[in-house]
Structures are given as structure tokens and as C-alpha cells.
T-cell receptor, first 113, second 115 residues
Framework: DAKTTQPNSMESNEEEPVHLPCNHS???????IHWYRQLPSQGPEYVIH???SNVNNRMASLAIAEDRKSSTLILHRATLRDAAVYYC??????????????FGTGTRLTIIP | SAVISQKPSRDICQRGTSLTIQCQVD?????MFWYRQQPGQSLTLIAT?????????ESGFVIDKFPISRPNLTFSTLTVSNMSPEDSSIYLC????????????FGQGTRLTVV
């Protein structure tokens, strides 16, 4: 799986939008961009994923650069419950059936009340 | 979606002993995955467990140290053998998605401390 690069940590004020960047300059045409987050003392949970177009769901939005070499996870209004480590992961569709995930170091998001 | 139950949730073990971690899924899945998360670190894949075949181990992990069973499509175990303090980690079970448009699911993890 291709490598991703994320800032080690970020801080945001409560009820403010948060933009979490991810660089994936070696992404291939068959890689989906997935985001997971890990709340304290829990296993990772899915947040959102996309291929080329921007995506929205109830948790977040995913903005994908036109060249797909970077993406940004957007939390529109951060709450204290959003404090977690956020992982940007590339999943190769050609490997479907072998669903292992390669986790990078992730971004530790701290929310300031 | 899939609900994954891991047992035990945590344990403190003596060095030299072994611990078996159980992972139960509420639906049939083809592949199950075991990850290790060392203190303050990210997740690292230990092995992939297919029903009816030997597990596939990632580089740096061996069957003698981390034997895995996969007796059916809803259950798997990971054993941490001959433990040392360096094995103190969180061990997580995961199942893959039914398609590329769905997500992977994780158990809550087993927090192991070896003393």
C-alpha cells in the first residue's frame, strides 16, 4: 500500500471547523483514500472514504485534490468527542479480498474547550 | 456493519506464560486480521486469518510466537506465547469490508501487560 504523510498533532477550538491534511504523492489510480479515527481506549472506527470526488457524510467531509496527491478531512464543527488520532489510509481496489490496512502515524487531534 | 467482541478486554500476565485472545464477529466474514498497537504507537498488522487455512504472517511476526486459529467464519483466536514485557501492547481484531465501498471494523482491543 502507498504511503501517507500526516502532521503528528493538531489543536482546534471546540465548535470550530478542523481541517486535517494528508499527503499521498505516490497514490495510484486504484487507491481509495480512507480515513479512520481512534478514540482513547477504543479500536479504530471508519470516518469516510473517497476515490476522486469530494465526499460528505454525517461525520465529516473529504476534500480530494484534483491530482489526488493530497486530501483533507474536514470536521465542520469539532466537539470534545472528536478528540482522537486520525489516520489517512490508502486502500488498493485491486487488493480487494485482502483487506489489511497499513496505518501510518496519524494526527493526534486535541480539542480545546 | 459488523460487531466484534474481543475477550479479555485486558489482562496482566507473568513473563513466560501465554495468553489466548478471542475474537467473535456477529456475521460470517472471509478474512480476519490481528493487529498490535504498542504503547503510544500506531497499529501494526500481525497476520491475516482465513478460515480453513494457515494464517499469513507479516514480516517480523512468526507463528511460534503468535499462533492463530480460525475454526469458522465468525471466530478467531490469537495466542501470545512465552510472553516478555516487550509484548505489552493492545491487540486488536479486525474484519474487512464486504466491498470496496464499505469499511473495516475493529474490536475494542485487548490491553496486555506483561510483568
Amino acid at each position: 500500500d502507498a504511503k501517507t504523510t500526516q502532521p503528528n498533532s493538531m489543536e482546534s477550538n471546540e465548535e470550530e471547523p478542523v481541517h486535517l491534511p494528508c499527503n499521498h504523492s505516490t497514490i495510484s489510480g486504484t487507491d481509495y483514500i480512507h480515513w479512520y479515527r481512534q478514540l482513547p481506549s477504543q479500536g479504530p472506527e471508519y470516518v469516510i472514504h473517497g476515490l476522486t470526488s469530494n465526499v460528505n457524510n454525517r461525520m465529516a467531509s473529504l476534500a480530494i485534490a484534483e491530482d489526488r496527491k493530497s486530501s483533507t478531512l474536514i470536521l465542520h464543527r469539532a466537539t470534545l468527542r472528536d478528540a482522537a488520532v486520525y489516520y489517512c489510509i490508502l486502500r488498493d481496489i485491486s487488493n480487494f479480498g485482502n483487506e489489511k490496512l497499513t496505518f501510518g502515524t496519524g494526527t493526534r487531534l486535541t480539542i480545546i474547550p | 456493519s459488523a460487531v466484534i467482541s474481543q475477550k479479555p478486554s485486558r489482562d496482566i500476565c507473568q513473563r513466560g506464560t501465554s495468553l489466548t485472545i478471542q475474537c467473535q464477529v456477529d456475521s460470517q466474514v472471509t478474512m480476519m486480521f490481528w493487529y498490535r498497537q504498542q504503547p503510544g504507537q500506531s497499529l501494526t498488522l500481525i497476520a491475516t486469518a482465513n478460515q480453513g487455512s494457515e494464517a499469513t504472517y507479516e514480516s517480523g511476526f512468526v507463528i511460534d510466537k503468535f499462533p492463530i486459529s480460525r475454526p469458522n467464519l465468525t471466530f478467531s483466536t490469537l495466542t501470545v506465547s512465552n510472553m516478555s514485557p516487550e509484548d505489552s501492547s493492545i491487540y486488536l481484531c479486525s474484519v474487512g469490508s464486504a466491498s470496496m465501498n464499505t469499511e473495516a471494523f475493529f474490536g475494542q482491543g485487548t490491553r496486555l501487560t506483561v510483568v
